[in-house]
């Protein structure tokens, strides 16, 4: 079983390397902010205080009722209340042995498994295979999302405001306590700020052909 772990900050490109990796090598992903982002979501519509530790756990002990195709997970809105409720640790714990099980036995028989997140190199999967961390400079990543969401019709203002809605989330995940945003000691670093998805993916293909030679 190989488990590759990709870390890195909201709109760093990790999600659309994965799953391009996944594809190419035919493993399951898991995208493990989907998991954070259906627990925030759930906590919403149970009207109960994303801030209260007890609510937050509540939601996450109903993860296998929910559904992770939800569309409204993607949005910016649903990205801070997951960062919000992913900061306590009986909701990071609860949400542990999801991921394990995934990462061990991936579903469809896979070969492998590639998960991506905040933590994957330092907690869920301190063993994997390889390691990846995928970054990019604040505002590149801000313009990403920016030119995803709005296309060319965006303005300044909602450059602005998704570029504080990413600040605010990345300072959240690299202060908390429990499992913060950080890079594993034998991760590869891969700084997305100047390339483009598929020189990304080449160098992450042959650093992971690289680490299984000498695995
Ligand atoms: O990756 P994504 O932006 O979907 O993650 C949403 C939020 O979920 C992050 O800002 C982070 O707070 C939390 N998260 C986490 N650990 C993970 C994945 C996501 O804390 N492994």
Do not use: W
């Not at 997951?82 to 909701?91: E, G, L, N, T």
Request: include cysteine.
């Amino acid at each position: 079983m190989t488990v590759i772990a990709i870390d890195g900050p909201a709109a760093s490109g990790k999600g659309t390397l994965a799953r391009k990796l996944a594809q190419h090598l035919n493993f399951a992903y898991l995208d493990t902010g989907a998991l954070y982002r259906a627990v925030g979501l759930c906590v919403a519509r149970m009207g109960g205080d994303e801030n209260s530790e007890a609510d937050a756990l509540k939601a996450a002990e109903k993860l296998r009722e929910m559904d992770l195709n939800d569309p409204e997970l993607k949005a910016e809105s649903t990205g801070e209340l997951a960062s919000k409720v992913a900061a306590f640790p009986s909701v990071r714990a609860c949400l542990l042995n999801y991921q394990l099980n995934f990462a061990k036995n991936p579903p469809e028989n896979k070969a492998g498994a590639i998960l991506d997140g905040r933590d994957i190199g330092t907690v869920v999967c301190p063993d994997a295979d390889i390691k990846l961390f995928i970054t990019a400079d604040v505002k590149t990543r801000a313009k990403r999302r920016f030119l995803e969401e709005f296309g060319a019709k965006g303005c300044d203002q909602q450059f602005q405001t998704i570029l504080e809605d990413l600040e605010r989330r990345d300072k959240r995940d690299l202060n908390r306590i429990s499992s913060p945003l950080k890079k594993a000691e034998n991760a590869h670093l891969l700084d997305t700020t100047n390339s483009d998805i598929e020189t990304v993916f080449e160098e992450a293909l042959r650093l992971i052909s690289d680490g299984m030679i000498s695995v």
